[in-house]
């Protein structure tokens, strides 16, 4: 059998494509091609994804051959150096340790009541404009935009820059240089502020890294700067499109929705379930083996590139129960929509909390909230590695 392209299209924007359910029914473990005529393997079930998620003989570094890169633009890292997320043992645990500290869910819990402060600030400005309002610039960007600056230290009046950089990383549809160009710029201007901030430290993560990593020789401000950059990011562009999607998707389950707003004690769980529903990663988690290994019952040699594909994963009906349901009830914690093992998404605890807060109090404020425009109207990022909304005209 011929190897089919992926991705694959979909037929409905908030389904994974047709064609991930009936491979991972007939072949859970098989080849694929991807825009450059390699083949690497896709697994789909969502035990295998774990397999490969946390099997050694699977490296995560961008630049090893075989690789299965994205698209012709994706530089092999943003702004010539890989970010720890690329590199493996022993080079990754020791970044990641340093990191881990401040991003355990009791600190995050602790961001909660200026989490609530942004989210009313931000409705405050959409109340005063009246509606009809698009929620992806006023209310789904900015507000992990504000924290994930606060928290590093970044100057917010900025943030048109760094989100443009960061949609040229996310664009699969770019040249090369074009995201080269973005990974550069970004570089160039984290590396002036960290410059900054050794001359004046803030009350800020950047500030305490530079103080309790760099000056004792732990850590090389060129680190420092690709960690900022990985960060700078990963805060703002992911969750901005969870938030987006996940209204989209509560206003499609008006029921559910209703559920919410009566008994706030559901959202947690409901969070668990749209991070499961919509996996926003949706182009699969990538890697490439360094030594021979098993997947399902399928060899993978070494030099082959390896493709979980989370987002079938989280649809799998081994493990989930009527799996195309959305569900607030549904314990949805053994999804895989932040990964798994060791290069699990470090700041995971923020973006379950950032949602928890942007729903929460967004339908508490606008109860009446609904789409401004027939759904059949919304366009879908389908050639963006994070999948999202466009646009999300909404009235109230």
């Not at 590199?87 to 355990?104: C, N, Q, Y």
């Not at 987006?244 to 409901?270: C, I, K, W, Y």
Request: glycine content about 8%; proline content about 8%; aromatic content about 6%.
């Amino acid at each position: 059998m011929a190897a089919p392209e992926y991705p694959m299209p979909r037929t409905g924007p908030l389904d994974p494509p047709p064609d991930l359910y009936e491979l991972q029914r007939e072949a859970p473990v098989c080849r694929v091609k991807l825009w450059d005529g390699s083949e690497p393997w896709l697994v789909t079930r969502h035990e295998d994804v774990r397999t490969v998620l946390t099997d050694p003989r699977l490296s995560v570094q961008t630049d090893r051959p075989g690789f299965p890169r994205f698209s012709a633009g994706a530089p092999s890292s943003m702004g010539g150096r890989p970010t720890f997320i690329s590199l493996d043992p022993p080079e990754h645990d020791v970044i990641r340790k340093m990191l881990a500290g401040s991003f355990t869910p009791r600190r995050m819990e602790l961001l909660r009541p200026d989490l609530d402060r942004i989210a009313d600030g931000l409705l405050d400005g959409m109340v005063a404009h009246g509606p009809p309002i698009d929620l992806v610039p006023e209310y789904a960007l900015p507000l992990p935009s504000l924290v994930i600056c606060r928290l590093l230290g970044v100057p917010y009046e900025d943030h048109e820059r760094f989100q443009g950089w960061s949609r040229a990383f996310v664009d699969t549809t770019r040249q090369f240089e074009s995201i080269a160009d973005a990974g550069r710029r970004m570089t160039n201007y984290l590396d002036e502020l960290v410059s900054i901030k050794e001359q004046t430290p803030g009350d800020d993560l950047l500030s305490r890294l530079l103080e309790e990593q760099v000056r004792p020789g732990a850590l090389d401000k060129d680190s420092l700067v690709d960690i900022a950059r990985l960060m700078l990011t990963a805060g703002h562009e992911t969750t901005a499109n969870a938030i987006a999607l996940g209204v989209v998707t509560l206003l499609r389950h008006p029921l559910q929705l209703g559920e919410l707003r009566d008994d706030p004690s559901l959202v947690r769980g409901a969070v668990e379930e749209l991070l499961r529903y919509l996996t926003i990663n949706h182009l699969g988690r990538r890697r490439v083996a360094i030594g021979d290994l098993v997947v399902g019952d399928q060899d993978i040699h070494a030099g082959d590139g390896v493709i979980a594909a989370a987002d079938i994963a989280n649809r799998d009906e081994s493990i989930f129960t009527n799996p195309d349901a959305f569900d607030v009830h549904r314990d949805a914690r053994q999804h895989v929509a932040f990964g798994f093992g060791i290069h699990q998404c470090l700041g995971q605890h923020l973006a379950r909390l950032e949602l928890e807060v942007a729903l929460q109090t967004l339908f508490r404020r606008l109860p009446a909230l609904a789409l401004a425009v027939p759904f059949e109207e919304l366009t879908f990022k389908h050639d963006k590695i994070v999948y999202g909304v466009d646009a999300l005209p909404v009235r109230w």
